[in-house]
């Protein structure tokens, strides 16, 4: 469908009303592509208020008026091993959406991270006749470079958030478009502490340390208990130390609480429903899994450790493939590791214990300058460089 002539260039905004709405097909398979999905969903929407949302969404898209015709948690699973288990359901999910846009053409098609099941869908979508973007680079700068090929047989357009990204898409001449990342034009670097704990309910003195394992099902199974074990350790090191954690929804909230029961029934923790940002925001430090949350993390300024476990065999199969010495957002933007990375076998509860310490007790500030850094070479309008990106995919001939 052609969208008209509506103007799409930078800072501009240009209502154009339609007779028939364009329609636009989206897969978000996670949290983080959730709230990427819903930026994106507003930003369109500034330009064609009618325009149509339809696929997978989590809480905020379908707040917007997405239609999600799969529970989003369905796709929310990592490793190898993982998704083994669940490939059967996988595939049928992927196979009705298939089928329902081929047989309802959607103006574009934009798949939001979650490749393995995106990228997939995207290929066959694009063989039918259907324009696709795939929004949010997987990591082939990473591990297993060649993927570059089948991204570049399934999509149209990539939208990658990072600026390296793009110089590895440049350099094999596939078609990229760098928009920084939604979180940094979002994200208050200097949230004030005092002011997250009270719209929080914690208590205003006194040292808080976040604990986030991951919001996917898989995450929380490897990374509770070492988190646990590790924050009673700090509970007698530090007594005046309080914890929180915020969880995505009520079915992490009890597969944590499962754990917490049998590992750790003694240790007092404030569990937030949701409300991540704000749960680092009130706090001193955070420990948390590899992925989008260091980022946040980054952009909400307060030292951070990473410590993270998957199935040991996922971990084996994946090692030797790894292009990239760093695994956290931080680390891979500085170049270097500001962030002290605990990974699989390194990712014992005397070393969290130990790292986490030093968050406690040492000034972090020359690190949060150079998260400050980091954001700034991030913010540039992404929703709306998005948007403007899709659309004129929409109306190229």
Known sequence: MDINSSSVSQGTIEIVPNLLPIRIGIVAGEVSGDIL???????????????IFEGIGGPLMKELGCQSLFDMDELSVMGLVEVFSRLRRLFKIKD??????????????????????????????????????????PSIWAWRQKRIFKVAAATNLVLAL????????DNHGFPCAYIGHTLADEINPHMDKVKAR???????????????????????????????LAALKLADKFPDLSFVIP??????????????????????????????????????????????????GLLVNRPMLVAHKIHWL????????????????????AKKEL??????????????????SILLTQDMSHITKQFSDIQKNLQCNASQKAAEQVLALINHK
Do not use: W
């Open 162 to 169: 990072l600026p390296f990204e793009k110089e590895f898409y």
């Open 96 to 137: 009705s959406l298939c089928e329902h846009f081929t047989a309802n053409p959607p103006d574009v098609f934009v798949g939001i991270d979650a490749p393995d099941f995106n990228l997939r869908l995207e290929l066959q979508l694009k063989n039918a006749g259907i324009k696709t973007v795939q929004y949010v680079s």
């Open 198 to 228: 009270k719209s929080l309910g914690l208590k205003e003195s006194g040292q808080i340390l976040a604990l986030m394992p991951g919001s996917r099902s898989s995450e929380l199974k490897y990374n509770s208990d070492m988190y646990l």
């Open 339 to 356: 962030v002290v990375e605990l990974i699989q076998d390194d990712a014992t509860v005397d070393n969290i214990v130990e790292q986490a």
């Open 314 to 333: 996922t971990y084996k199969i994946f090692k030797p493939l790894m292009k990239v010495k760093h695994y956290s957002l931080p680390n891979l933007l």
């Open 247 to 296: 969880l995505v929804n009520s079915q992490r909230k009890q597969q944590f609480l499962a754990r917490k029961e049998i590992l750790a029934p003694q240790l007092t923790i404030t569990l937030i429903d949701g409300q991540s940002r704000e749960v680092m925001a009130a706090s001193d430090a955070i420990i948390l899994a590899s992925g989008t949350a260091t980022l946040e």
């Open 37 to 51: 999905g819903a930026s994106f969903i507003k930003a369109v929407k500034q330009r064609y208020p009618n325009a």
